[in-house]
């Protein structure tokens, strides 16, 4: 049994004999549910963000791309298994099926089915966008029910215990939850899934959930697997769901809206397990009320996109539709069907996707936050490579590779297509044949990095009516230092300023106007060759090089400034500088961003490990998360599914009444030839020992709070050291030693390579640390507010919206001092520890259990126990995917350490007041008396608080 308060953010380490033991943790049931219980494929919960508001659906329901089959022509899906023998998993001949009151053949009891034609003929789905248009008007109409997803979180009210996270947002008062329903399919050409509301009437009062696709085990006896769960108020247990099905379909009925049911509220969880290596020729998945989410594992490593014998399809070898109505969609990732097609009303989109021929993500109202790696062209059926991302009413931000940190740029044409009519627009695109970005009402700020130099012609476009523009052109990923001769750019908008930078290897003719404002060229070989200004407004013509690029540069309210001599040194163009970040943590680890995401009591699973190495960082399983060792070995191998990047396990050794079996976790993680283990804790070195007897030896990182604890584990041949100040989650020490002198003296005494933990969110802190003395940096805090990160959307959010100020350092008394979030949970656990006059810990135990944190993360009250959380919270504003916050950091800190060396100069400035020279920096200040004194010796100094010191 772990403490109560365990965190892993941080190191507990007290690795000297006479050091002061932590006091014993409270006492609670034996461990955490099997892992087969919490889903061992999926995260906990739903990680989306909740849906803001509307796309273009309409395009789904056109002339289907391929041919409708009859029932008699499919094969008859298999129900594996019924637990409720009220229930039927199969449609009746007289009617569809009730989840509440299903009936069989009165002579045999068996379930039949009628003939009917696959879900995606045509008239179908004429007739399902005729439904969802209907439901669409109703939305409007049942404004007083409609629920509001950020405000889901435990009652408390006597709802059933949620199993492996459902239900996931616990808004109301469940009164029952189902058996769960499976469906097998067992050779479908095809597969489709709909949720809509029976007829066409108004939606049902209130209907929430989610379809989840998933990988299906390599023993699954068919390629498609589904399994139907709903949970229920008490309002809504007479309403029922029918289901239908073919061969190659099912369908779910939301019961319709009415009056008398307004106050029902249900749930519902849909997954489909796809069996490895499955093949489908299409897919269609459309919902009016659910959220769509791809898990983590579904696709094997972006680099590793097919296995042996597949060829050029991994699943679905030709297209994919997914449909949202109020529904968010998220993809972990997603890398099937040469044509991926996302339309949303009211649902945000995010997540990571590949571009094959046709990538298209459309929403009314919704945000579109994604990343996007770009695939080689089909070898049979070479197209281009086509990317459009529009929304009505909604910000857009994509972000494409730029350097190999993430992934290789395939030679192809591509075409760009970015539009919002009220947003804004940011991200890094590729440029190939056309780039057209538009905005009619909000600002543009974009890194383009054209594919080639050797183009023959190609046209960029970026244009506001309402906004500023800021768009940066990188030098080609081909040719980088080639001449850009044949690109034709427009940058225009009609109110707002212009900030545009194209590369040195940019040449052609440049044309600036203003109506009202200033023109502003910049660039080592610009020529001007004609320039008009009057009263206002003003037009420059000017050249460079001989060259036939061309740059139109208008705006009718505001100013123009251009430079076309940027040399570039970031990371966008670090593959082609060969500039990757050289540290001992990235050398011996083989990262590409010295970035690790420390171990974290029932975050650290593999959803979030692979995320954080797939995108050139180093991710850490929490041994102790999994109940036993043998979890743990289903957990890394779950992992390697994910991912073919390095990652680690994080094995924590705290006091505990019934410690767990630390050897047999070590055991499994030298069977499992995991390479890198992060320790923290008391007494680790028989565990270090183990570990180092593998072969080869495991390298180790130890987490400690002091430097003298990290002396002693230097002794036991530890060969990485993570140094944690007091701002950090979880277990801070007793010292009280912030990070800036604890790095600084680990940095004069250690001889070990270390990195630094606590505080850190950005690629600031990171070049920070380094100039400190780091290797890298620790970030726990940080990473729970990601997308892949399994815990509950509410934490996240409550996480965006803290300050640094919002936390409680609880259990100091008993020398196991604990830094968690500030909530009213916490502030009894210190109101009890102040005014306990007996000091026993049993009086506080049941404040911070272990199984009440958890909770918090399964259902999303961040009110219900203590929860670990450092003082970072106050720098995190947003929750990115793991790919797009490490490229962040990456490029935050190589901007960083190139701006501070322009700090340093050769010749003493002049001073920009007059009449005030600059002062010799080597100057030494002077007081009165002379020199500035000792402060032992300088009784000014006690007036300032500072008093007396032998510094």
């Not at 489709?192 to 108004?202: K, P, Q, R």
């Not at 023993?219 to 239908?244: C, G």
């Not at 069977?671 to 070195?685: D, K, L, Y």
């Not at 003395?773 to 507010?785: D, L, Q, S």
Request: proline share 7%.
């Amino acid at each position: 049994m772990v403490s109560a308060v365990h965190d892993d953010d941080t190191d507990y380490s007290d690795l000297d004999e006479e050091a002061a033991s932590a006091a014993p943790a409270s006492r609670h049931p034996s461990g955490p549910k099997n892992r087969e219980r919490l889903s061992e494929r999926t995260p906990l919960l739903s990680t989306s963000p909740p849906p803001p508001a509307y796309a273009d659906v309409t395009r789904l329901y056109g002339t289907p791309p391929y041919v409708a089959r009859n029932e008699s022509n499919a094969v008859q899906p298999n129900e594996l298994h019924h637990q409720d023998a009220t229930t039927s998993a199969y449609t009746r001949t007289e009617e569809p099926q009730s989840m509440g009151d299903p009936e069989r053949d009165a002579q045999d009891g068996k379930k039949v089915t009628k003939k009917r034609k696959v879900l995606t003929n045509r008239k179908a789905l004429a007739c399902l966008i005729f439904v969802l248009t209907c439901s669409l008007i109703g939305l409007v109409t049942v404004t007083t029910v409609k629920h509001d997803k950020s405000q889901d979180s435990n009652s408390g009210n006597g709802s059933p215990s949620p199993a492996d996270g459902f239900p996931h947002y616990m808004r109301c008062n469940y009164g029952s939850v189902s058996d769960p329903q499976t469906w097998s399919f067992e050779s479908p050409r095809s597969f489709s899934f709909v949720e809509i509301t029976e007829g066409a009437h108004n939606p049902s009062s209130d209907i929430t959930g989610q379809v989840r696709l998933m990988l299906g085990q390599e023993d699954q006896e068919h390629p498609i697997l589904t399994e139907l769960r709903i949970a229920k108020s008490a309002a809504a247990q007479n309403s029922h769901f029918k289901v239908d099905y073919t061969g190659e379909s099912l369908r779910l009925n939301a019961p319709a809206y009415s009056p008398s049911s307004y106050r029902a509220c249900m749930e519902i969880d849909l997954r489909i397990w796809i069996k490895p290596g499955a093949q489908l020729e299409h897919l269609e998945i459309a919902t009016e009320h659910l959220d769509i989410r791809v898990e983590p594992g579904l696709f094997p490593p972006s680099l590793e996109t097919t296995r042996s014998g597949q060829g050029d399809a991994y699943y679905i070898s030709n297209n994919t539709d997914f449909i949202t109505v109020v529904g968010s969609f998220y993809a972990a990732y997603w890398e099937s069907g040469r044509e991926t097609r996302i339309d949303t009303v009211s649902g945000s989109i995010s997540g990571r996707f590949a571009l094959k021929d046709v990538l298209s993500i459309k929403t009314v109202s919704g945000n579109i936050n994604i990343n996007v790696e770009p695939k080689p062209e089909s070898p049979i059926d070479p197209r281009p490579a086509s990317f459009d991302a529009v929304t009505v009413s909604g910000s857009i931000k994509a972000i494409f590779p730029m350097s190999s940190t993430i992934a290789e740029i395939p030679p192809r044409f591509y075409h760009t297509k970015v539009e919002s009519r009220s947003g804004s627009v940011h991200g890094d695109y590729i440029h190939g044949i056309n780039t057209d970005i538009t905005t009619s009402s909000g600002s543009i700020d974009v890194n383009v990095l054209p594919y080639s130099s050797k183009s023959t012609g190609s046209w960029l476009r970026t244009e506001s009516a309402v906004g500023g523009i800021h768009v940066n052109v990188l030098p080609p990923y081909e040719e980088p230092q080639d001449v850009m001769g044949h690109l034709r750019s427009v940058h225009k908008t009609k109110s707002g300023s212009l900030h545009i930078k194209y590369p040195q290897q940019w040449e052609g003719k440049i044309e600036a106007v203003t109506m009202s404002g200033s023109v502003k060229l910049r660039g080592k070989d610009v020529e001007v060759l004609k320039r008009w200004s009057g009263p206002v407004g003003a037009h420059v013509i000017a050249k460079k090089g001989e060259a036939s690029s061309a740059i139109d540069l208008s705006t009718s309210s505001g100013s123009v400034d251009a430079t076309i001599d940027v040399h570039f040194c970031s990371s966008q163009i670090a593959k082609k500088l060969k500039m990757p970040f050289n540290t001992a943590l990235t050398r011996k680890l083989g990262i590409k961003v010295p970035v690790v995401q420390g171990g974290m009591m029932w975050v650290g699973y593999a959803e979030l490990a692979s995320a954080v190495s797939n995108a050139g960082g180093l991710g850490i399983l929490t041994a102790l998360t999994q109940p036993s060792p043998e979890d743990l070995r289903k957990e890394i191998r779950r992992c390697r599914r994910m991912t073919s990047k390095p990652f680690g396990v994080n094995l924590t050794l705290l006091p505990a009444l019934q410690p767990p079996d630390y050897p047999a976790y070590a055991r499994v993680i030298i069977e499992e030839g995991i390479r890198i283990v992060e320790t923290a804790g008391n007494n680790p070195a028989p565990v270090i020992k183990q570990l180092k007897s593998a072969n080869p030896p495991i390298i180790i990182l130890h987490k400690c709070t002091t430097v003298r604890h990290a002396l002693s584990a230097i002794k036991l041949g530890v060969d990485f050291l993570s140094i944690d100040g007091m701002e950090c989650a979880g277990h801070v020490g007793e010292t009280d030693i912030t990070n800036f002198i604890l790095l600084s003296r680990a940095r004069q005494e250690l001889n070990v390579p270390f990195i630094a933990s606590g505080g850190f969110a950005d690629g600031q802190g990171l070049a920070a640390a380094l100039s400190l003395g780091a290797e890298g940096i620790n970030m726990g805090t940080r990473f729970m507010c990601t997308v892949e990160a399994p815990i509950h959307q509410n934490i996240k959010e409550s996480i965006v919206k803290a300050q640094e100020t919002d936390t409680e350092l609880i259990l100091r008394r008993w020398r196991n001092t604990s830094r968690m979030f500030s909530n009213k949970v916490a502030r009894e656990a210190i109101k009890i520890e102040r005014e306990s006059p007996t000091g026993k810990f049993e009086e506080v135990a049941p404040y911070v259990s272990g199984k009440r944190g958890r909770e918090v993360f399964l259902n999303g009250d961040p009110e219900h126990g203590v929860w670990t959380a450092g003082q970072v919270i106050g720098l995190i504003h947003d929750i990115p995917t793991c790919a797009d916050l490490i490229t962040r950091i990456e490029r935050e800190a190589l901007e960083t350490i190139n701006k501070a060396k322009s700090l340093y100069v050769d010749e003493l400035p002049e001073s920009d007041m007059e009449g005030k020279p600059i002062q010799d920096p080597s100057a030494k200040p002077k007081s009165e008396h002379g020199s500035v004194r000792p402060k032992e010796n300088n009784p000014e100094a006690q007036v300032w608080g500072i008093g007396k010191s032998k510094l």
